[in-house]
């Protein structure tokens, strides 16, 4: 099976910054969709960013547009989500997911095929 492996994730004050890393297999890397979930306890898992295998379409849900940033590194095959300003609210566990790219964006996580194993983030008040 396909897995995708995590790094980063961390402890904030409200309004600092945290970068989360996803290993991404290289024979996948080039030809997928990447993108970013998040999940709260007892909350769903929740769609925030996704990117074309291009790198030059990107989607975010809309309470993130202005302070997350979703990059790729196609040498590194690694898929990057920048997080700035961040809001007590958005203390979750975030994972990163790939699929085949599409035609459009897709929000739904079983729309994607394969996912990282999560990362912690708190933002405290």
């Known amino acids: 099976q396909v897995q995708l492996v995590q790094s980063g994730g961390g402890s904030v004050q409200a309004g600092g910054s945290l970068r989360l890393s996803c290993a991404v297999p290289g024979d996948i890397f080039r030809t997928s969709a990447l993108a970013w979930f998040r999940q709260a306890p007892g909350k769903r898992r929740e769609f925030a960013a996704t990117?074309?295998?291009?790198?030059?379409?990107?989607y975010y849900t809309s309470s993130v547009k202005g302070r997350f940033s979703i990059s790729r590194d196609n040498a590194k095959n690694t898929v990057y989500l920048i997080m700035n300003s961040l809001r007590p609210e958005e203390t979750a566990v975030y994972y990163c997911a790939e699929r085949r790219c599409g035609t459009e964006a897709a929000v739904l996580p079983a729309e994607y095929n394969y996912w990282g194993q999560g990362s912690q983030v708190t933002v405290s008040s």
């Open positions: 990117m074309s295998w291009s790198g030059d379409k990107f």
